[in-house]
């Protein structure tokens, strides 16, 4: 399995309601990635995961809240958003250490659009 | 964080070589240089590392300056599948996993 498989691909919320975006991978990878990505720019990198520990933050507001239950699963909980929260969320996953050689995989993405 | 430079967009004939170029401001001395590329409605997807010398893949050859502070993918023979937008990541500080990308090129194939 070679994938990184993101649900749900579309999502629709207000800016009170609480849901959350779902990452799942099987490839054995100890870091995971989310980025966040608005129309016509280059993703942005929000958190990333090592060894199921929070490792980097990019200062994203709180009412993003990553989770890491397992090796395999990345959530990102998404509470009182705003309208300019709607974008593509991207999952990455990588093998760990490697001095930056290590690939990244992508998922299709999770489209939000909050109303 | 490293500064990245690259063009916003770029035109090639099909079966041509096309160079695509990019300038990073700040480097690390041992990590490596990435490049993926978006095509429509999909995720990024990986094209091509290289630490300090050119390295090939059956996708495209990357050249690195010597100073390590550009680089240029190159893909030897662009398809219309090559229409994408291009990103190079610069070297990360060195023992993080803080993958940036770079602004991106919008590779436009003509048939």
């Known amino acids: 399995d070679t994938e990184v498989t993101q649900t749900p691909k579309h999502l629709v919320m207000g800016m009170t309601n609480k849901k959350s975006l779902k990452c799942e991978q099987h490839m054995g990878h100890r870091a995971m990635y989310w980025y966040k990505q608005k129309a016509k720019k280059p993703p942005e990198l929000m958190f990333v995961?090592?060894?199921?520990?929070?490792?980097i933050n990019e200062s994203v507001p709180s009412r993003f809240s990553p989770e890491c239950p397992n090796s395999s699963l990345l959530n990102l909980h998404l509470h009182a958003l705003q309208p300019e929260d709607s974008a593509l969320y991207l999952c990455?996953?990588?093998?760990?250490?490697?001095?930056?050689?290590?690939?990244?995989?992508f998922g299709a993405g999770s489209r939000l659009t909050v109303l | 964080d490293a500064k990245t430079t690259q063009p916003n967009s770029m035109e090639s004939n099909e079966e041509e070589p096309v160079h695509l170029p990019c300038n990073h401001s700040t480097i690390s001395g041992t990590d490596y240089i990435h490049w993926y590329r978006q095509l429509p409605s999909q995720g990024p997807e990986y094209v091509i590392h290289g630490l300090t010398s050119n390295v090939n893949n059956r996708m495209a050859s990357l050249a690195i300056a010597e100073d390590r502070k550009s680089s240029t993918l190159i893909l030897h023979r662009a398809t219309l599948r090559d229409a994408a937008v291009y990103y190079c990541i610069p070297p990360t500080t060195s023992g993080t996993y803080k993958y940036i990308f770079g602004t991106g090129t919008r590779l436009k194939v003509l048939a």
């Open positions: 995961y090592s060894y199921e520990k929070l490792s």
């Open positions: 990455a996953s990588s093998r760990v250490g490697n001095s930056g050689a290590n690939v990244l995989t």
